[in-house]
């Protein structure tokens, strides 16, 4: 236990791209909940991740605009064959998502069968490195933030239909996985909206973002601490508050 290491200069941008996350996987978190598509998430962001792997198989440079552009291309793709999905097998459509993710998680571990540092590279598409991210990495996920926020909130994504709603899933994703992992992605879309099921209109948002927001700070905090791996810690952190504020913070008394 080393409470020295509790350094804002390497807490500090990591907790701003957990609230930047945040930002935009509250909202769209609820609705994929909503829909019954919960695996969605693992699904984009491992498709995303494959598009990165892609690129580093190719030679092209490590975080470079090439990968940035692989990952977004392969999302899309993949957002567009769940539209497609969703109109001809609705029904099917949680198993579909099922599919697509086994699918791009072994197209990924085939892609880096033969890299020496495979491993290493997988670890990181699952676990992310939040600890490490830098100034350029914020800005860009600030402004796709700002972006994407601003679709779902002026109702461009709605008049998009199925593609719509896809798209901005992926392009959100796809900033983020790089970031956090695609634990954390999922921890970050699934947790807070479950625990706020309960609640409704904006209310059930605040709630949603306080309680990730608190399990983001305490997780980097514990994980300094106590020199343990951050992303596996801020997933565990982000379950117990999830918890505790189901069991606290009660639904709005609906008026008489």
Known sequence: MSWSALDWGILG?????????????V????????????FIDLAIAQIAGLGVIAADALGLPEGGIAVQCSAVCAALLGAWLLTWTERRAPLQ??????VMFILAACAGILLLAG?????????????????????????????LSAVLLAALWLGWVERLGRFGFYAAFALAVTASVQLVGVYLV????????????????PRRHLIAYGLGALGYALGLALSA????????????????????????????????
Request: hydrophobic fraction near 55%.
């Open 115 to 143: 890299n020496p540092h495979g491993g290493e590279h997988l670890k990181d598409l699952l676990v992310g490195q939040i600890l490490w991210v830098n100034t350029a990495q914020l800005l860009w996920l600030a402004g």
């Open 186 to 201: 999922f921890a970050s879309l699934i947790i807070p909206a479950l625990a706020t099921r309960a609640h409704r209109g």
């Open 93 to 98: 459509q949680e198993a579909l998502i099922g």
């Open 13 to 25: 941008p990591a907790l701003i791209a957990g609230l930047l996350v945040l930002a935009t996987h």
């Open 225 to 256: 601490v106590f020199d343990l791996p951050s992303g596996a810690v801020v997933v565990w952190t982000l379950a117990a508050c999830a918890l505790l504020g189901a069991m606290v913070i009660r639904p709005a008394a609906a008026p008489a």
């Open 27 to 38: 909202p769209l978190g609820t609705q994929v909940l909503d829909r019954g598509i919960v």
